[in-house]
């Protein structure tokens, strides 16, 4: 393990113990009242989330982001700003797409933070699988829960450049 290594995962640990001692200093215990509704605020912007994409609403995906989101594509550039996204979420949201579906696996306030993970499968016509694959999501009460940052990954196989046909084309014929 090279210097730069150590040091950027000694920041990393670091980083995650301000963030557990921030969550024990915030005074809302799991399972409180302000948990509780802070948990169920998340899962109707979840739900708005869902429903804006289903109906093709990029303006309404954007809607449920920070001012400075940071959204990590896979194999993409990192799109940063809630008007990035929403752009983003208009080139996104065209033919094959047609719908997705999310599972929330869980989510875990601190305060006025959050973060939730997942699965998702995204729908083809005829509601064939596109994409599937795992998400996280940081979240911050900004005036309302919203999305801060954003990462997804595929589950299924990328093609390659390089690969040949799954079937080969038939022989030519002349007659």
């Known amino acids: 393990m090279n210097s730069l290594t150590r040091a950027f995962t000694a920041a990393a640990v670091a980083a995650c113990f301000l963030l557990c001692a921030g969550c024990a ?24 989330l869902l429903k804006a994409y289903n109906a093709k609403d990029a303006a309404g995906i954007a809607a449920l982001y920070t001012d400075d989101a940071v959204l990590m594509p896979p194999n993409l550039a990192t799109v940063k700003s809630k008007i990035a996204v929403g752009d983003f979420m208009r080139q996104m949201l065209v033919p094959p797409m047609s719908g997705m579906l999310l599972n929330y696996t869980e989510t875990n306030v601190c305060g006025d933070n959050a973060y939730s993970y997942g699965y998702y499968t995204l729908l083809g016509a005829g509601g064939a699988t596109v994409d599937r694959g795992k998400f996280v999501e940081i979240l911050r009460n900004d005036g309302g829960w919203k999305i801060s940052r954003d990462i997804w990954n595929s589950d299924m196989v990328a093609p390659t450049a390089n690969a040949a046909p799954a079937t080969p084309a038939p022989a030519a014929t002349t007659h």
């Not at 200093?25 to 708005?48: F, K, L, N």
């Open 25 to 48: 200093s915030s005074g809302a215990a799991p399972g409180s009242r302000s948990d509780v509704e802070a948990q169920q605020d998340i899962q109707d912007m979840h739900a708005a």
